[in-house]
């Protein structure tokens, strides 16, 4: 079956941390550019950033750039999204993305 699993979400307070997860499965993932994005209420989805193939360039949206980093590993199948100092504006559920394929998503909330 061809899909993505988010997860690793939760809340956490401002100032933390948190690492998402994606698993794919059903396709060759080393051969997919990866992205994450994000929707919060009443928002449109945003692009957080995205991986190369190999995982050798990443770009990010400049709101998270320097507190996140996306890396993924080819051998697990698995896309990574290492949140660091977060911010109550990053609250929202945290896609993965790849050519047309969606994850289900996972809720991150930054609150005290």
């Known amino acids: 079956q061809v899909q993505l699993v988010e997860s690793g979400g939760g809340l956490v307070q401002p100032g933390g941390s948190l690492r998402l997860s994606c698993a794919a499965s059903?396709?060759?993932?080393?051969?997919?550019?990866m992205s994450w994005f994000r929707q919060a209420p009443g928002n449109e989805r945003e692009l957080v950033g995205s991986?190369?193939?190999?995982?050798?360039?990443?770009n990010y949206a400049d709101s998270v750039k320097g507190r996140f980093t996306i890396s993924r590993d080819n051998a697990k199948n698995t896309l990574y999204l290492q949140m660091n100092n977060l911010k109550p504006e990053d609250t929202a559920v945290y896609y993965c993305?790849?050519?047309?394929?969606w994850g289900q998503g996972t809720q991150v909330t930054v609150s005290s």
């Open positions: 993305y790849t050519r047309g394929l």
């Open positions: 991986i190369t193939t190999a995982g050798t360039g990443t």
């Open positions: 059903g396709f060759t993932f080393s051969t997919r550019y």
